[in-house]
């Protein structure tokens, strides 16, 4: 089973890298073509997560998230494949409109969000609303702090927060932490990843290394 998804995963994203290849081809010179794959070997998994972005035009971008967590135990796989599609509405206020595949089926999200960048900081604050089988306020919020040791060298701080709330409580939460060092293309180091599911009746934990390629 965890090889058929595995492989399942790899297909599709060969098929996005191409479908986002021709259309940075037909875009021209104002494409810009993002790969951004990394896996964390855990203490309680293996955990592979990749984004690929293109800049369509100086307004439009796309992006396609993935997400496979993989326990060494109970073979079970927790997934999330996502196909977002955003648009600059003003400065750095952005529209999204995304639909994806994770358990326990397909799902659609709406949301608006603000990004913020500066030379060693960078921020993104999401909201919106998702249906999957329900509806439900989905949060999201990241921030990263990439300080200079050397010329080549920088510290790699990020955090990242994901929240799905109902009338009832938080239905599907998500906290990832990373630490360690980026050096050119090459982010590697420390990593956390805590889960939470159906109202916090049933968490897991993934504490290991991480290694991170930026294409």
Request: include cysteine; aromatic fraction near 16%; glycine fraction near 6%.
């Given at each position: 089973?965890?090889?058929?998804?595995?492989?399942?995963?790899?297909?599709?994203?060969?098929?996005?890298?191409?479908?986002?290849?021709?259309?940075?081809?037909?875009?021209?010179?104002?494409?810009?073509?993002?790969?951004?794959?990394?896996?964390?070997?855990?203490?309680?998994?293996?955990?592979?997560?990749?984004?690929?972005?293109?800049?369509?035009?100086?307004?439009?971008?796309?992006?396609?998230?993935?997400?496979?967590?993989?326990?060494?135990?109970?073979?079970?796989?927790?997934?999330?494949?996502?196909?977002?599609?955003?648009?600059?509405?003003?400065?750095?206020?952005?529209?999204?409109?995304?639909?994806?595949?994770?358990?326990?089926?397909?799902?659609?999200?709406?949301?608006?969000?603000?990004?913020?960048?500066?030379?060693?900081?960078?921020?993104?604050?999401?909201?919106?609303?998702?249906?999957?089988?329900?509806?439900?306020?989905?949060?999201?919020?990241?921030?990263?702090?990439?300080?200079?040791?050397?010329?080549?060298?920088?510290?790699?701080?990020?955090?990242?927060?994901?929240?799905?709330?109902?009338?009832?409580?938080?239905?599907?939460?998500?906290?990832?932490?990373?630490?360690?060092?980026?050096?050119?293309?090459?982010?590697?180091?420390?990593?956390?990843?805590?889960?939470?599911?159906?109202?916090?009746?049933?968490?897991?934990?993934?504490?290991?290394?991480?290694?991170r390629i930026n294409y």
């Open positions: 089973m965890r090889n058929t998804f595995t492989n399942y995963v790899a297909q599709f994203t060969l098929i996005i890298f191409t479908i986002l290849l021709s259309i940075c081809a037909y875009a021209g010179e104002e494409s810009q073509l993002q790969f951004s794959p990394e896996n964390l070997m855990g203490n309680r998994s293996n955990n592979y997560q990749h984004i690929i972005g293109a800049m369509i035009t100086d307004k439009l971008h796309f992006s396609n998230f993935a997400y496979l967590d993989s326990d060494y135990s109970t073979k079970a796989n927790l997934y999330n494949i996502r196909n977002t599609i955003s648009y600059n509405l003003v400065d750095n206020w952005f529209s999204n409109l995304a639909v994806g595949l994770k358990n326990p089926g397909v799902y659609t999200t709406f949301s608006v969000q603000y990004v913020k960048k500066y030379n060693t900081f960078s921020y993104l604050l999401r909201t919106g609303a998702t249906y999957q089988k329900s509806w439900t306020s989905e949060s999201f919020a990241t921030m990263q702090y990439v300080p200079k040791i050397s010329d080549s060298i920088n510290a790699f701080l990020n955090a990242s927060l994901s929240l799905n709330v109902n009338t009832k409580g938080i239905t599907r939460g998500i906290q990832q932490f990373r630490m360690g060092i980026k050096n050119k293309q090459l982010t590697y180091g420390l990593a956390s990843n805590f889960d939470q599911f159906n109202y916090n009746q049933r968490t897991l934990t993934n504490h290991g290394l991480f290694l």
